[in-house]
């Protein structure tokens, strides 16, 4: 057997630190990995929880650490019904890091600790090009202001819907919750669901004694309805929608300075909300032409209200005011999946492959091309040859990972259900889509199945960080066969 110094040991240590050091994507992952080590180790503790033996589970504890900071609200347990207050603070401190983006915590932390850190500008261009890796605009000197800006617009959005449902809570008497006239729990419900909606994270605490009951409690409090769907939509727009929006109205008086909405932003806006009107248009056809769907049979105001808020939250909120499997027909659910992997707009809140990315992907097939292979749009607007790959690249991406999890789930006959493949597809498109939403029962996933939450874990991970930046990690870096590359001639490849 070999004798390992300490010093040696130590030497070694220090070299995968340094390698860590010089690779940006290596950093991201590093302080990640670490912020969800220590939340794991906080949230395994006994006082995280109502029921001691659930304490020093260390799979389950980094199963909601994960879902809690890629803001996905897949959850094993029920916050309302199994954590304590303490628990429920960890999990909003992690779905407030993974909403706005742990680097920019990092960066302000340092800054705020800058006595202790020396935090000089070559720390400070270090941090820039992380926050751009992990949150990115397309200019690298504004991601830093854009943040900021997203940050302070995002946390206005929270107060203006804890405020509402404070009030809302403290003196509406609600069925089941014993929220009425009670300060304390009114304070914190309306806290914890006020970020963890704009957050897109699908999370909640409501103890109404029956468990993974999301807002059907609020199934006919329409006021509610409305402030988390206003909320996950504005979180799920995007941090340059709101930077762009705020330069515009901060140069509004200035001689001399014309700020434009740029072609981005615009391509965002549409992308977004034309999906959000068209999906709702082909929910309510799918469910009113099936004669087996509930809002054809009981057509109500209930009802109605029921399928607009579940749709709009399916693209990645993942709160539901009703039981999904049981209220929506089949083709509904497989509708829902294509939503959860289409997500919100990029750089926000929310997850998916992205709006722009489908808008590409649509558009790639009915509009022209220029000379140099740019997507022309429209007014002399192009989208470029390789961002029109890198979105196929994403999508063939997620396809491949969707089917290769659902492999494994019907190989090991997990879902031995009449649905299983419907199941299977849903539950991994919300994983990597950070939607929150599944058919599943969770209480089948707590014990076993720990592979089964082991790939989950990745899925969800993989949707916090998003295909598209480990796709465009190779994006620069030197081939040693440069020099000596062969063309296959295009007549001869297709």
């Known amino acids: 057997m070999r004798n390992f110094s300490t010093n040696k040991i130590i030497s070694n240590l220090n070299f995968y630190f340094i390698k860590i050091k010089r690779n940006l994507f290596s950093r991201v992952l590093f302080y ?249 248009i082909i929910v309510f056809i799918l469910e009113l032409s099936i004669s087996s769907s509930k809002l054809r049979n009981e057509f109500n105001i209930n009802n109605f209200f029921s399928v607009i808020f579940n749709t709009l939250s399916t693209r990645s909120a993942g709160y539901s005011t009703v039981n999904i499997d049981s209220f929506f027909t089949d083709a509904t659910k497989h509708f829902m999946i294509f939503l959860m992997w289409v997500g919100c707009a990029p750089i926000s809140t929310g997850g998916g492959i992205k709006v722009t990315t489908f808008a590409v992907l649509f558009l790639s097939l009915f509009r022209w091309y220029d000379s140099k292979n740019n997507l022309l749009i429209k007014n002399k607007k192009s989208i470029s040859f390789f961002d029109v790959i890198l979105a196929y690249k994403i999508v063939f991406i997620t396809f491949f990972i969707i089917f290769v999890f659902c492999t494994y789930v019907l190989i090991e006959n997990l879902l031995f259900t009449e649905n299983s493949l ?43 960080i998003g295909i598209s930046q480990i796709i465009l990690l190779g994006r620069n870096k030197r081939n040693k066969f440069a020099n000596n590359i062969e063309t296959v001639p295009q007549e001869t490849l297709f």
Request: glycine share 6%; proline share 1%.
């Open 32 to 280: 990640y990995f670490l912020s969800l080590s220590i939340a794991t180790l906080f949230l395994m503790t006994p006082w995280s929880w109502v029921d001691s033996n659930k304490s020093w589970d260390f799979l389950n504890s980094f199963y909601m650490c994960v879902s809690a900071i890629s803001t996905t609200g897949l959850t094993i347990y029920d916050l309302g019904e199994n954590m304590t207050v303490i628990g429920q603070f960890f999990i909003l401190i992690l779905i407030l890091i993974g909403g706005i983006g742990l680097l920019f915590f990092k960066f302000w932390l340092f800054r705020m600790l800058g006595f202790i850190f020396r935090f000089n500008k070559k720390n400070d261009i270090i941090s820039t090009r992380e926050q751009h890796l992990e949150r990115g605009y397309f200019r690298l000197q504004n991601t830093k202001e854009m943040i900021l800006i997203g940050f302070f617009f995002i946390f206005s959005v929270q107060i203006i819907g804890f405020l509402i449902l404070f009030f809302y809570f403290y003196f509406v008497k609600i069925d089941k919750l014993n929220y009425y006239l009670q300060l304390d729990k009114s304070l914190w419900s309306a806290t914890f669901h006020s970020v963890s909606a704009t957050n897109n994270a699908g999370f909640d605490i409501f103890k109404d004694g029956i468990e993974y009951n999301s807002l059907e409690s609020f199934h006919k409090h329409y006021l509610v309805q409305f402030v988390f769907v206003v909320q996950f939509i504005l979180g799920g727009l995007g941090f340059p929608v709101f930077f762009e929006f705020w330069s515009k109205f901060k140069n509004r008086k200035k001689e001399g300075i014309k700020t434009k909405i740029t072609f981005f932003t615009k391509f965002v806006l549409y992308s977004y909300f034309l999906i959000l009107f068209f999906s709702l």
């Open 422 to 464: 419907l199941n299977a597809v849903f539950y991994s498109t919300s994983a990597l889509g950070n939607a929150g939403l599944t058919l599943l029962n969770p209480k089948k996933i707590i014990k076993g199945w720990h592979l089964f939450k082991i790939i989950s874990i990745f899925l969800m991970f993989f949707g916090q």
